[in-house]
């Protein structure tokens, strides 16, 4: 037996064909065999873990608020990505933050990368950030209806007091690069 292996680039349905036929023929009577085309083979292409490129503090508001800006690379074939985010230090723990959803519009669907400021975050705190690719429609209730990639690596974002100025809080952000547990 022989066999060869084919890794599709994309999703979508394949079919397979067989020719065998010698290199050399001199026989004009020669013809190749050629088994039947196959039944439909249906691929769908595996969602790859997004990778992170960006996970910084970008400002507190006057109400002590912080936003921070989470960049990440495409995924093939994703439609669509969600933002985890959890408070890692002590104060905050138990604190619930509410995922971000990203839709990529027609005009960056092509982009070599996404970004997405996420508000209303507690300044001063620590925030663990993951995104996750979806492929399927974002408003689908069903489970079956969406395929996910795995979780990126985590990203911590600390932010620390650094000085106050005429009153207000200044805040510097350390941006480490974690493992996610498993």
């Known amino acids: 037996y022989t066999t060869l292996t084919f890794t599709p680039e994309k999703s979508d349905s394949y079919y397979f064909q067989a020719v065998l036929e010698r290199s050399v023929e001199t026989d004009v009577n020669y013809e190749a065999k050629k088994s039947t085309v196959s039944e439909a083979t249906e691929f769908k292409l595996p969602l790859t873990a997004p990778v992170i490129t960006v996970a910084d503090f970008k400002e507190t508001t006057s109400d002590n608020k912080g936003t921070i800006t989470v960049g990440w690379k495409p995924v093939s074939e994703a439609n669509y990505y969600a933002i985890a985010m959890t408070y890692a230090d002590d104060a905050n723990k138990g604190t619930t ?7 990529p519009t ?3 669907s092509s982009a070599e990368s ?10 001063g705190s620590t925030v663990k950030v993951t995104v996750q690719a979806f492929r399927g429609d974002p408003e689908a209730t069903e489970i079956a209806d969406i395929d996910k990639s795995e979780e990126s690596a985590v990203r911590t974002i600390i932010l620390e007091e650094v000085k106050v100025e005429a009153g207000v809080r200044v805040f510097e952000a350390k941006n480490l690069t974690s493992w996610k547990a498993e």
């Open 97 to 103: 933050i509410d995922s971000v959803t990203y839709v």
């Open 106 to 108: 027609a005009e960056e």
């Open 114 to 123: 996404f970004t997405k400021d996420i508000t209303g975050l507690v300044a």
